[in-house]
């Protein structure tokens, strides 16, 4: 089948308003594991061109905040979003909150982030995970107890080793495989609830 660039989620998201047709992929997870409520604080790693934030937005009301972060500048607009363009390997993320107004813990992170890809499999591959690893890191720092987590991974050997990970930090780890992925992508969704927050222990006295 040839690769359709506008096909029928493009058009969608086009006559509805989105930034992009990845929307439909968090609006399907959205309906299945109900993570987005009203009031909640979103934070949306990899958020460009913006359709994930668009939908939290929504879903969250007024009363709720997006923070959305990418190294690509998202031009849009929302009542109750905040977008920041950098590479979240290089800001200090509290920083950023506190002059924005945004107060953590967050109720759900998300992170659609993706590497450029090479077209070198095992090197886009690495990149991903390194990338899933990166808004793991972000969401033990910034998410609530019980919040939720998601984050794009494309697939490979490391699949079952960070889904152990996963599963060691939340009491849910799901995976899916949205109907509006395109047919030849290899991305998967992590969807981890029930976020259990480390607990450091003390120091021994020597």
């Known amino acids: 089948m040839t690769y359709n660039p506008k096909d029928y989620y493009f058009h969608k998201a086009k006559s509805e308003n989105y930034a992009a047709r990845s929307v439909f992929k968090l609006q399907e997870i959205d309906e299945r594991f109900k993570l987005l409520k009203s009031g909640y604080k979103v934070l949306d790693l990899g958020a460009a061109p913006g359709s994930w934030s668009q939908f939290a ?22 009542p109750n979003s905040v977008f920041i363009t950098a590479d979240l390997h290089d800001i200090n993320l509290e920083e950023i909150m506190k002059d924005h107004g945004i107060t953590p813990p967050f109720d759900v992170i998300l992170s659609d982030m993706a590497p450029k890809t090479t077209g070198i499999r095992i090197t886009d591959q690495t990149r991903s995970l390194e990338l899933c690893e990166l808004a793991l890191a972000t969401a033990e720092r910034f998410l609530r107890p019980r919040g939720s987590f998601v984050a794009k991974l494309f697939h490979s050997d490391e699949f079952e080793i960070f889904r152990k990970r996963l599963r060691e930090r939340f009491g849910r780890v799901e995976v899916i495989r949205p109907k509006s992925t395109r047919k030849e992508s290899k991305e998967i969704f992590f969807v981890c609830q029930l976020f259990q927050v480390p607990v450091s222990k003390p120091d021994k006295k020597a």
């Open 57 to 78: 937005s929504e879903k969250v009301g007024d009363q709720g905040r997006v923070l959305g972060i990418d190294i690509q500048q998202i031009r849009l607009t929302l």
